[in-house]
């Protein structure tokens, strides 16, 4: 995207801005939401954790950085799944620590209280561990 290669080149002019990689991958995050298909979807996710990830190497309690991977590897989990099972429960828990890390680095972080609410609200409602879900 045009958005991408303005980010890349602010990237490449200032490599350890953490900005315009966390920018890098809420766009990535956003086009996964916007993906035609689950291959689609899946690569923009992994761009976005990719991009989090390069964030978090240069600081690694970057709230913004720690709230888009969180994002991505939940709404991974809650769309896509994995089908094997402890894959899926790494996932889920990778995510509410990051968001959980995100919250407590900036507490007006929306993104992730919103999803935090979303992992433990309806947690008596389904098992993490088989993935049924059990309607209250």
Same mark, same amino acid.
Request: charged share 25%; proline share 4%.
């Given at each position: 995207?045009?958005?991408?290669?303005?980010?890349?080149?602010?990237? $490449?002019?200032?490599?350890? @801005?953490?900005?315009?990689?966390?920018?890098?991958?809420?766009? *990535? %995050? &956003? /086009?996964?939401?916007? #993906?035609?298909?689950?291959r689609e979807a899946l690569g923009w996710i992994d761009s976005a954790i990719t991009h989090a990830?390069?964030?978090?190497?240069?600081?690694?309690?970057?709230?913004?950085?720690?709230?888009?991977?969180?994002? $991505?590897?939940?709404?991974? @989990?809650?769309?896509?799944?994995?089908?094997?099972?402890?894959? *899926? %429960? &790494? /996932?889920?828990?990778? #995510?509410?620590?990051?968001?959980?890390?995100?919250?407590?680095?900036?507490?007006?972080?929306?993104?992730?209280?919103?999803?935090?609410?979303?992992?433990?609200?309806?947690?008596?409602?389904?098992?993490?561990?088989?993935? $049924?879900?059990?309607?209250?």
């Open positions: 995207t045009n958005a991408d290669s303005l980010l890349a080149m602010a990237e $490449a002019a200032d490599p350890d @801005w953490v900005e315009p990689k966390v920018l890098r991958g809420q766009t *990535a %995050n &956003r /086009l996964s939401r916007l #993906a035609e298909n689950r990830d390069r964030a978090l190497a240069i600081d690694a309690v970057e709230a913004r950085a720690l709230e888009l991977r969180g994002v $991505a590897r939940y709404y991974h @989990w809650s769309r896509y799944r994995p089908s094997n099972r402890d894959e *899926a %429960n &790494r /996932l889920f828990e990778a #995510a509410r620590e990051d968001l959980e890390g995100a919250v407590q680095a900036d507490n007006t972080l929306a993104s992730a209280h919103n999803v935090l609410s979303l992992i433990f609200v309806p947690s008596s409602a389904v098992n993490v561990k088989s993935g $049924a879900f059990f309607p209250t």
